[in-house]
């Protein structure tokens, strides 16, 4: 695994995130949007969601009735759609509770593994690709305004460049209620290599010219991340870009089917109140563990205020029972 995230050379920070999970078998590239840096915190949050839910809520959630939909996923691609629809809410409880961060959003496009299979999904336009001996395999459909002009109208890759509003993306975390997740299910390879990015690859570079500069690097992982990086800001660098690389080193036969892209349905109105109780408990408890390693690292100031506050309170109560009197 090999992963970059570079600012580019003319944006003044870097909206996305990559989610970088090698305990859990977890990677998500995630392009946060919104402006005054709430870009930054929609990518974050997202992937600070899947953090908790891998690491502390990993068998509460998999195995919570509530939680299930109408498909049979593997159990690693089921947390998965339920890890980035409770990330859909957490962006979207945090934008209606800061007027700062109104309309923030991100997309992901996140993988994980059952063994041998690799569960792709993703919202929005980052993408993830296989790369092969002869090509590179598009793996998901950006949810965009100029990828469903290209299917509604059937035009060609160049006639879909000059569409007008060509950029705006038609799914994205945190900008509504609920969200729709496309997910696939494929078979791996040993020597397989997936690639995930943001549209500051893939926007500026077709796939042949990613392919182009990709297969001179298999046997190097980070020189592939990072000449693709160098490729995108050689085309003006005008948006972020982020790039995670995967090779398979070991692989055997599986007897799970592998299942064409498909799109889990939104939530409904019950299930999104639930949902609200669990980013509720995920961010309290979140809260209780920063509390505690602080309390760890610094035991004698901790319990230096805890005596300070105590005082404060003592005297408060002194001073307005002498005040009644």
């Not at 159990?75 to 309309?103: F, M, W």
């Not at 690639?195 to 796939?207: M, V």
């Not at 000449?227 to 800001?233: E, F, P, T």
């Not at 070991?250 to 939530?267: C, H, R, Y």
Request: aromatic share 6%; proline share 2%; glycine share 6%.
């Amino acid at each position: 695994m090999a992963w970059k995230s570079h600012q580019g050379l003319v944006r003044p920070g870097n909206e996305d995130y990559a989610h970088v999970d090698e305990e859990h078998a977890v990677f998500a590239v995630c392009d946060g949007m919104g402006g005054h840096q709430a870009g930054e915190v929609a990518s974050m949050t997202a992937s600070a969601t899947l953090v908790d839910i891998y690491s502390h809520h990993a068998s509460e959630f998999a195995s919570d009735p509530r939680l299930s939909y109408d498909r049979t996923l593997p159990p690693s691609g089921d947390l998965l759609v339920k890890g980035i629809r409770l990330a859909n809410r957490a962006v979207y409880s945090a934008a209606r509770a800061d007027q700062s961060l109104a309309g923030m959003g991100t997309t992901i496009v996140a993988v994980t593994f059952d063994n041998e299979m690799l569960s792709v999904a993703h919202v929005g336009d980052s993408r993830a690709y296989r790369l092969e001996q002869k090509s590179l395999i598009p793996l998901t459909v950006d949810h965009s305004w100029v990828s469903e002009m290209q299917k509604v109208h059937n035009l060609t890759r160049e006639e879909a460049s000059s569409v007008v509003a060509k950029n705006i993306i038609t799914r994205a975390l945190g900008v509504k209620e609920f969200v729709e997740v496309d997910y696939r299910l494929i078979k791996t390879k040993a020597d397989e290599i997936y690639l995930l990015c943001s549209d500051g690859l893939c926007g500026y570079a077709d796939d042949d010219e990613i392919f182009q500069v990709a297969r001179n690097h298999r046997d190097d992982l980070q020189k592939l991340v990072d000449d693709l990086v160098q490729m995108a800001n050689d085309r003006g660098g005008a948006d972020n870009v982020t790039i995670i690389a995967l090779q398979i080193l070991e692989s055997a036969d599986s007897n799970l089917p592998e299942i064409d892209l498909t799109t889990i349905p939104g939530e409904s109105h019950e299930l999104l109140q639930y949902e609200d109780s669990l980013i509720a408990k995920i961010a309290e408890q979140r809260l209780l563990r920063e509390q505690n390693q602080v309390t760890a690292k610094q035991p004698n100031k901790f319990y230096l205020a805890l005596i300070f506050a105590a005082f404060i309170v003592l005297a408060g109560a002194v001073i307005f029972v002498s005040g009644g009197k």
